[in-house]
């Protein structure tokens, strides 16, 4: 008798499994619907907050609670072309043209990171698009796991398949980081120039591109012959740049 009911055992133990694969499947799917269903809902509606901004704020309340984000929501047309071309020459320069990912780029910024690593310089390069920046900015957290980054390039298809370029760079421009708690193009102009983000210069616009990949630290060192160098670049390049 004992015999006879040990692969009961065995197959109530696999089915218990099988459903509770089904269940993870499950839940991932549906998570998946919710992220698209939240794309398809930005792709018509400003965002109240972003994943990093509430992450920032949540780091910058435990020293003062009582601290408030810089953030002001600005349509496309009320944002300088300047910036928009700056950021496209400096950011993305191929952004009209793919569908959300470089790979080639991806794989160049890898070799050169390790590279960097093996000669311990601390100086990173990042092959991400636009697309792959507002699908982690919008949505994500800044940790640099295996699993976010497949989030994110789930989303980056998701977001290239439901927007046009304008609005993907639209949102861009309102949710990029420019500050230690300075979120926007809005905010950013008027952080650093008092002006609307529709007043901005060329070499403005070209010198605010130049933060984007270290906001925080520029922020605090806003005449580094690095950064002055790196917007002379960006504003050369501007010209060419292409923008929906």
């Given amino acids: 008798m004992a015999r006879g009911r040990r692969p009961a055992r065995r197959?109530?133990?696999?089915?218990m499994a099988t459903m509770a694969a089904m269940a993870i499947i499950s839940l991932l799917l549906l998570y998946q619907l919710w992220m698209f269903c939240m794309v398809v809902w930005y792709a018509y509606q400003p965002p109240g907050s972003s994943a990093v901004m509430?992450?920032?704020?949540?780091?910058?309340?435990?020293?003062?609670p009582d601290f408030k984000l810089k953030y002001e929501w600005v349509p496309y047309d009320r944002i300088s072309e300047s910036l928009k071309r700056a950021v496209v020459a400096s950011e993305d320069a191929n952004f009209v043209e793919h569908d959300g990912v470089e790979w080639e780029a991806i794989r160049k910024a890898y070799e050169y990171n390790q590279r960097q690593e093996e000669?311990?310089?601390a100086r990173r390069r990042g092959g991400s698009t636009?697309?792959?920046?507002?699908?982690?900015?919008?949505?994500?957290?800044g940790s640099r796991t295996y699993l976010r980054k497949g989030q994110e390039l789930v989303l980056t298809y998701m977001i290239e398949n439901v927007m046009p370029?304008?609005?993907?760079?639209?949102?861009?421009?309102?949710?990029?980081?420019?500050g230690t708690g300075v979120f926007g193009a809005e905010a950013a102009a008027r952080h650093y120039y008092n002006t609307s983000a529709n007043g901005?210069?060329?070499?403005?616009?070209?010198?605010l591109a130049a933060m984007l990949p270290n906001p925080r630290y520029y922020d605090k060192h806003r005449s580094t012959g690095y950064l002055n160098s790196r917007a002379s670049t960006i504003s050369a390049?501007?010209?060419?740049a292409e923008i929906p």
């Fill in 119 to 121: 000669l311990g310089r």
């Fill in 200 to 207: 901005l210069g060329a070499y403005q616009a070209a010198k």
């Fill in 54 to 64: 509430r992450q920032e704020l949540s780091r910058l309340r435990e020293s003062d």
């Fill in 11 to 15: 197959m109530s133990g696999w089915r």
């Fill in 130 to 141: 636009i697309t792959q920046q507002l699908a982690k900015n919008l949505f994500l957290s």
């Fill in 237 to 240: 390049r501007m010209r060419q």
């Fill in 165 to 178: 370029k304008q609005r993907i760079l639209e949102l861009y421009l309102n949710v990029a980081e420019w």
